[in-house]
C-alpha cells in the first residue's frame, strides 16, 4: 500500500526517480550535458552525483551523436542509460543512433537483443528562446516504429513515466516541457509506474472532448473552468503517453461527447494533433461525432525571439475557448 503523497515539484518528481531507479539498479545510469550542474537540468539530477559519483552521473562534450550512441551501445550489453538533452532540438544530431540503431535492434535481432535505453529530451519555449531552441519535436520520434513515445504533465506522471521508461526493456523518448518544472503535485514516496500507452481522463464532461498533450493539459483544465460557468461541461484527457496512443480512451470520450478537440505543444500540420484527428474519423466513432474536429497547435512557423511575438505565437486556454466555442 502507498503512503499519503507529500507535494513535490515536477523537477523533483523526476529527481526522486533517478535516485530511486539508480539506487536499487546498478545498472542505471544518466549521462549528458550539464548533469554535474543540477540547475542546467532544473533541479532533475540535484544529488546524483554526490550520491552515485562520477562512473554513473556522466557530464559529457557538447556531442550529441556521440553521447547517444555510447548510451545505445551500453544499452545493447546490459546496462540502463538514461541519455538526457537538456535542449531537445539538439537530439538532432543524434537521430543515427536513436532512429536507425536503438529503434530497430529489437526487430532486427528477432526479439533477442533488447536496448533499454531512455531518450530523455527537455522542451524550452517562451523566455525568447528563438527558434533553434524551443521545438517540440515529439512528432518525429512517434512517426518511428520501434520507439515509445511518454510526456507527462503532472509531478506524479513525471516520476511514475520516468521510472516506467527506465525498465522498458526497449527504448523511451521521454519529452518534458521546462515549463512544468515548477509545478507541484501529490507524489508518493514508493517506486510506482505510470503504464506506457494509457491516457487519463483529469475532468470529467459531456458537451466536448478536450484531447491534450503535455504542457496543454493545464491550458486545456484553465479552459474547462473558465467555461464551466457558462454551461459548457469539458471534458480533458491527458494523453501522457504519444505513441503507443491510448485510442479506446478517446474513442470513448467521444463517443459521449460528439466533439473533439486537440491541443498540442508541437506544429499543427502533420503531427500528433492530426494523427489523432484522423483516427477518431476513420472508425466507428465517426458516426458520434457533431461537429468538425479543431486543433489548437503551433502555427506553421519557427519560434521567435521576441516575447511580445510569443504571446501570439505560443496557445494558451484562450485560444482553447475560441475553439471550444466554434464547435459547441
Not at 511514475?160 to 514516496?189: K, S, T, W
Not at 491550458?219 to 480533458?236: F, H, N, R, T
Amino acid at each position: 500500500m502507498m503512503s499519503l503523497p507529500r507535494k513535490l515539484s515536477y523537477s523533483l518528481a523526476i529527481n526522486e526517480a533517478l535516485h530511486q531507479m539508480m539506487t536499487i539498479d546498478p545498472s542505471v545510469f544518466l549521462v549528458g550535458q550539464g548533469v554535474k550542474s543540477p540547475w542546467y537540468v532544473g533541479n532533475t539530477a540535484r544529488g546524483l552525483l554526490e550520491q552515485f559519483g562520477e562512473r554513473r552521473v556522466i557530464d559529457t562534450p557538447v556531442s550529441e551523436n556521440g553521447i547517444t550512441g555510447a548510451a545505445v551501445g551500453a544499452a545493447m550489453v546490459g546496462m540502463k542509460p538514461v541519455v538526457v538533452h537538456p535542449r531537445m532540438d539538439f537530439m538532432m544530431y543524434a537521430m543515427d543512433p536513436i532512429i536507425n540503431e536503438a529503434a530497430n535492434w529489437f526487430y532486427m535481432n528477432g526479439g533477442k537483443v533488447s536496448v533499454p535505453v531512455v531518450f530523455w529530451g527537455i522542451i524550452n519555449r517562451w523566455g525568447e528562446q528563438a527558434a533553434q531552441h524551443s521545438q517540440a519535436i515529439h512528432a518525429i520520434f512517434a512517426h518511428i516504429p520501434g520507439l515509445k513515445v511518454v510526456m507527462p504533465a503532472t509531478a506524479y506522471d513525471a516520476k511514475g513515466l520516468m521510472i516506467a521508461a527506465i525498465q522498458d526493456p526497449n527504448p523511451v523518448v521521454f519529452i518534458d516541457e521546462r515549463l512544468l518544472y515548477d509545478h507541484v503535485g501529490p507524489v508518493p514516496e514508493e517506486i510506482y509506474q505510470i503504464e506506457i500507452g494509457k491516457g487519463c481522463i483529469r475532468r470529467e464532461g459531456k458537451d466536448v472532448t478536450v484531447v491534450a498533450v503535455s504542457l496543454m493539459v493545464h491550458e486545456a483544465m484553465e479552459a474547462a473552468d473558465k467555461l464551466a460557468p457558462q454551461g459548457i461541461d469539458v471534458e480533458v484527457i491527458d494523453l501522457r503517453t504519444v505513441k503507443p496512443l491510448d485510442k479506446e480512451l478517446i474513442l470513448a470520450s467521444i463517443r459521449k461527447t460528439g466533439r473533439l478537440l486537440v491541443a498540442d505543444v508541437g506544429w499543427q500540420s502533420f503531427g500528433v494533433s492530426a494523427e489523432i484527428a484522423a483516427f477518431a474519423t476513420a472508425n466507428e466513432s465517426f458516426h458520434a461525432l457533431k461537429a468538425p474536429i479543431v486543433r489548437v497547435a503551433l502555427p506553421d512557423c519557427p519560434a521567435p525571439a521576441s516575447k511580445y511575438l510569443e504571446k501570439a505565437y505560443y496557445p494558451k486556454a484562450k485560444d482553447i475557448i475560441k475553439a471550444i466555442k466554434k464547435i459547441i
